[in-house]
């Protein structure tokens, strides 16, 4: 009898340490934050030296830096081992890779929702600011459905068949000055846009729907005088959204660190730098006093084969090098702050983003 009981004894005592060890070796149980909000940020064509060149300029000082959950994604396209921005961001709205010059379509031209789309589908809101024109790749790549990123017209159209709420950059010629005689904004506006030309107009609006058609084409860089239009389109576009209590995705691009880069431009590069770190700041003490927006950010491709063969942090004078004029294969860097940011840790693929970004902020 004793024996028997010392038995059981035994046994009970040795489940009692072999569960108590499984739950103190396994995962908090809880369910992780989910974030109500995403700002997407993508600089593009910026790679790790970029963004150490303007750490090097800054001494040492940049927003950027102080993120602590960091990723690298995999940029090629379906056809390509070196992507375009065009199926680099396709990518990203999608979770599909594309061939080279494909705007949210497959291989085989077949239409894919975007990010965006499923966004306005569940009752968010949504919103696009560019330092290009909108009807440009990355930022048509999220509105558009075209098997050609340069046809800007067409893609112009695809801005009157979808619910964004707010979006923001140049190319207002291709809503106003367009082959077909079509004037496109009369057409927003019947659509319950304020249609706005210029930074004055976009600050006095509160709420509602925006069309900004800040510039004719392209925004000038900012060493042409753009001056803060990123940041003060992104904080307009921003207090608007967050009105919506369900929720927004935003994305954010600094379209001209590509367009830089490609022409080799090293001081034009660390002012277009700058400009993007300065929006990350403002982006990043947004989402710390908010607690419910979760901030990514990321560049679609490398663009220059830029390298650092000499530089000095410590008095933040620079000598970076270019191989290329055109994009390169490496991969990208990935930061994240906020609900979820843990799951851009480590090596992915571009369009792990966009799975992420549906499972944490559309639940599936």
Same mark, same amino acid.
């Given at each position: 009898m004793i024996k028997k009981t010392f038995h059981y004894f035994f046994l009970i005592t040795l489940l009692f340490f072999c569960f108590t060890s499984v739950d103190a070796a396994s995962?908090?149980?809880?369910?992780?934050?989910?974030?109500? %909000?995403?700002?997407? +940020?993508?600089? =593009?064509?910026?790679g790790t030296a970029q963004i150490y060149a303007a750490l090097t300029t800054r001494k040492d000082n940049l927003n950027i830096a102080k993120f602590r959950v960091v990723g690298f994604h995999k940029s090629y396209s379906a056809n390509n081992y070196i992507t375009d921005s065009a199926a680099g961001?396709?990518?990203?709205?999608?979770?599909?890779?594309? %061939?080279?010059?494909? +705007?949210?379509? =497959?291989?085989?031209?077949?239409?894919?929702?975007?990010?965006?789309?499923l966004a306005e589908e569940k009752g968010l809101s949504t919103g696009l600011v560019t330092t290009c024109a909108i009807t440009h790749a990355t930022p048509a790549a999220f509105i558009a459905h075209e098997s050609g990123r340069n046809k800007y017209d067409d893609i112009a159209k695809w801005f009157l068949k979808t619910d964004v709420d707010v979006f923001i950059g140049g190319g207002r010629k291709y809503f106003e000055n367009r082959e077909d005689k079509r004037n496109l904004s009369d057409s927003l506006r019947k659509n319950n846009y304020q249609v706005v030309y210029n930074q004055d107009e976009l600050q006095a609006i509160s709420n509602g729907k925006i069309a900004g058609l800040l510039y004719a084409d392209h925004p000038p860089a900012m060493l042409a005088g753009r001056g803060r239009m990123l940041e003060k389109s992104s904080v307009k576009a921003i207090s608007v959204l967050e009105k919506n209590k369900k929720g927004y995705f935003m994305m954010i691009e600094s379209s001209q660190i590509d367009w830089v880069c490609h022409n080799n431009a090293e001081d034009t590069l660390i002012s277009e730098m700058i400009d993007f770190d300065n929006v990350v700041g403002m982006v990043l003490e947004y989402a710390k006093k908010n607690g419910e927006t979760l901030v990514v950010i990321t560049g679609d491709h490398e663009?220059?084969?830029?390298?650092?063969?000499?530089?000095?942090?410590?008095?933040?004078?620079?000598?970076?090098k270019f191989s290329t004029t055109n994009h390169t294969a490496v991969m990208i860097p990935v930061f994240a702050y906020g609900p979820g940011a843990e799951e851009f840790m480590g090596f992915m693929e571009n369009t792990d983003i966009f799975f992420k970004f549906r499972k944490l902020l559309l639940g599936y």
């Open positions: 995962p908090n149980p809880k369910k992780p934050v989910k974030p109500k %909000n995403i700002i997407f +940020l993508i600089g =593009d064509g910026m961001a396709t990518a990203f709205s999608t979770g599909s890779k594309t %061939n080279n010059g494909y +705007l949210a379509m =497959d291989t085989n031209r077949k239409i894919l929702p975007t990010i965006l789309e663009t220059g084969g830029y390298t650092l063969p000499g530089s000095d942090i410590k008095d933040g004078k620079l000598k970076g």
